[in-house]
T-cell receptor
Framework: NAGVTQTPKFRVLKTGQSMTLLCAQD?????MYWYRQDPGMGLRLIHY???????AKGEVPDGYNVSRLKKQNFLLGLESAAPSQTSVYFC????????????????FGQGTRLTVV | GENVEQHPSTLSVQEGDSAVIKCTYS??????FPWYKQELGKGPQLIID?????GEKKDQRIAVTLNKTAKHFSLHITETQPEDSAVYFC????????????FGTGTRLLVSP
């Protein structure tokens, strides 16, 4: 059981370049999330999805786009990378948090360390 | 919106000592409080959680307490071991809207042998 898998694990981009971070989960979770982790700031929600074909903005969505074409995948895109987007990115998934009969624990991937120079 | 404050930012203890990490939250509508442990190079992993209808929960050497009136919740680790060294995050989840998790800023715990 792989859980939540993120690719790539590391990436260096030049300012203005674009890239897509991939997240895949094999737990049949409805909800998926993208967070960024910066020193002293904890984890901040970028975008999230409550089901296939749906996405919504989190706390810090500017400069990012997402897509959820398949239930198991959640993609995070940077169209024109900026140094301020240097961070560690985490994907997570969970069952629907409105269904209290289910374990609503969020499972995290291992992270993608992105450096924008 | 919800705001979660976490203290201390770093905590050093000797093996066998107890460690306590404290968090406060701002929104009384929050009803779920998980704690995550993040080891170096890995993603956060849930270690214990508590819901607002419970005051305390224990799982072996770790326990969490919740004071709804004061909007405080704390993580207690007893008989600490070197493998407890990690970054610990508290979080709070609102009972309204999307019910997103809001994380604290993390505590780096170092347990020295």
């Amino acid at each position: 059981n792989a859980g939540v898998t993120q690719t790539p694990k590391f990436r260096v981009l030049k300012t203005g370049q674009s890239m897509t971070l991939l997240c895949a989960q094999d737990m049949n979770h409805e909800y998926m999330y993208w967070y960024r982790q910066d020193p002293g700031m904890g984890l901040r929600l970028i975008h999230y999805s409550v089901g296939e074909g749906t996405t919504a903005k989190g706390e810090v969505p500017d400069g990012y786009n997402v897509s959820r074409l398949k239930k198991q995948n959640f993609l995070l895109g940077l169209e024109s990378a900026a140094p301020s987007q240097t961070s560690v990115y985490f994907c997570a998934s969970s069952y629907s948090i409105t269904d209290t009969s289910l374990n609503t624990e969020a499972f995290f991937g291992q992270g993608t360390r992105l450096t924008v120079v | 919106g919800e705001n979660v404050e976490q203290h201390p930012s770093t905590l050093s203890v000797q093996e066998g000592d107890s460690a306590v990490i404290k968090c406060t939250y701002s929104d009384s509508a929050s009803n779920y409080f998980p704690w995550y442990k993040q080891e170096l190079g890995k993603g956060p992993q849930l270690i214990i959680d508590i819901r607002s209808n419970v005051g305390e929960k224990k799982d072996q050497r770790i326990a969490v307490t919740l004071n709804k009136t004061a909007k405080h919740f704390s993580l207690h680790i007893t008989e600490t071991q070197p493998e407890d060294s990690a970054v610990y995050f508290c979080a709070a989840r609102l009972n309204t809207g999307f019910q997103k998790l809001v994380f604290g800023t993390g505590t780096r715990l170092l347990v020295s042998p």
